[in-house]
Nanobody, 120 residues
């Protein structure tokens, strides 16, 4: 089992920036493709960005050019730099394993997430 602890959320004005962090447990972090997800009120959870163990990236169209996913395998941590934030980015953000060794993986148990509120 892998556990996740997300942090870095908060209240920010439109156009502002936040950097989210997610620390994962376990010894296999480097082979996981990690994903950042978000769930806005009344909506389903959606995948926002992924990063493979080798650094291949994928982004949801809505966040391309504004968000950057990165990872530090030595720290078992994945990051999400969010710039030019919009009100529609307001959501609880979670990380989870998206794939293992290139094969899609059902998510592990979700962490508590970190709340991002974009509002003036």
């Amino acid at each position: 089992q892998v556990q996740f602890v997300e942090s870095g959320g908060g209240l920010v004005q439109p156009g502002g920036s936040l950097r989210l962090s997610c620390a994962a447990s376990g010894s296999l972090f480097s082979i996981y493709t990690m994903g950042w997800y978000r769930q806005a009120p009344g909506k389903q959870r959606e995948l926002v960005a992924t990063i493979s163990g080798g650094g291949l990236l994928w982004y949801l169209d809505d966040v391309k050019g504004r968000f950057t996913i990165s990872r530090d395998n030595a720290k078992n941590t994945v990051y999400l730099q969010m710039n030019i934030l919009k009100s529609e980015d307001t959501a609880v953000y979670y990380c989870n394993v998206y794939a293992v060794g290139g094969s899609y993986s059902d998510p592990y148990d979700w962490g508590q997430g970190t709340q991002v509120i974009v509002s003036s």
